[in-house]
């Protein structure tokens, strides 16, 4: 069964609005947590990883004032796509610490 | 820096056909190899880990084996439904919260 949950699955939003992506780990306690892109035809690229109750650690290249990681609960992590546009436009999937060798479901985040 | 290569980016078999997909890594520590499977609009289904050289796991039709230097998956009379990516991916030992570095990925087709 699935580990990690993710809301929604898919999501359309108007360029210049903000959108919000959950990821829930299931049964478990996750102290950390990390979220990963994929462009189409493309492999997944570690954006971020998040840790409950303290900053989230940005790789090199991702805008952390862009994309705002909380991870306020040892079951929750949030990214909000701030001011998307439409080169946001990519598939989000979370991962969760100690199963980060399982996925969540993505989600699916298209910026017209 | 930890890299991950994987050939061939695509690959086309007749139902029956046996093959190998390659992944070919260069860490400074490994902690583990992953193996996923990727359908398309969904998140990475979890295969396989492998640990260290010389180790090998099989699953239905799927073997993957490990060398310090690379890993195979082996498809063994593949079928249609075996069509989808295949992702390699490695976990660094001296990464502080260790991340995945993903390959880019094969993409299999198998024709009836």
């Known amino acids: 069964g699935a580990v990690v949950s993710q809301h929604p699955s898919w999501v359309i939003c108007k360029s210049g609005t903000s959108v919000k992506i959950e990821c829930r780990s299931l049964d478990f306690q996750a102290t950390t947590m990390f979220w990963y892109r994929q462009f189409p035809k493309q492999s997944l690229m570690l954006m971020a990883t998040?840790?409950?109750?303290?900053?989230?650690?940005?790789e090199q290249g991702v805008e952390k004032d862009k994309f705002l990681i909380n991870h306020a609960s040892l079951t929750l992590s949030t990214l909000t796509v701030t001011s998307a546009h439409p080169e946001d436009s990519s598939f989000y999937i979370c991962s969760a610490r100690p199963r980060e060798a399982f996925f969540g479901q993505g989600t699916r985040l298209t910026v017209v | 820096e930890d890299q991950v290569t994987q050939s061939p980016e695509a690959l086309r078999l007749q139902e029956g056909e046996s093959s190998s997909l390659n992944c070919s890594y260069t860490?400074?520590?490994?902690?583990?190899l992953f193996w996923y499977r990727q359908d398309p609009g969904k998140g990475p289904e979890f295969l396989f880990t492998?640990?260290?050289a010389g180790e090998e796991k099989e699953k239905e039709r799927l073997k993957a084996t490990l060398t310090k230097k690379e890993s195979f998956l082996h498809i063994t009379a593949p079928k249609p439904e075996d069509s989808a990516t295949y992702l390699c991916?490695?976990?660094?030992?001296?990464?502080?919260?260790?991340?995945?570095?993903f390959g880019a990925g094969t993409r299999l087709a198998v024709h009836p």
């Open positions: 492998l640990y260290s």
């Open positions: 998040s840790n409950e109750g303290s900053k989230a650690t940005y």
């Open positions: 991916a490695v976990q660094d030992l001296s990464g502080g919260y260790n991340k995945l570095i």
């Open positions: 860490v400074s520590g490994l902690r583990g």
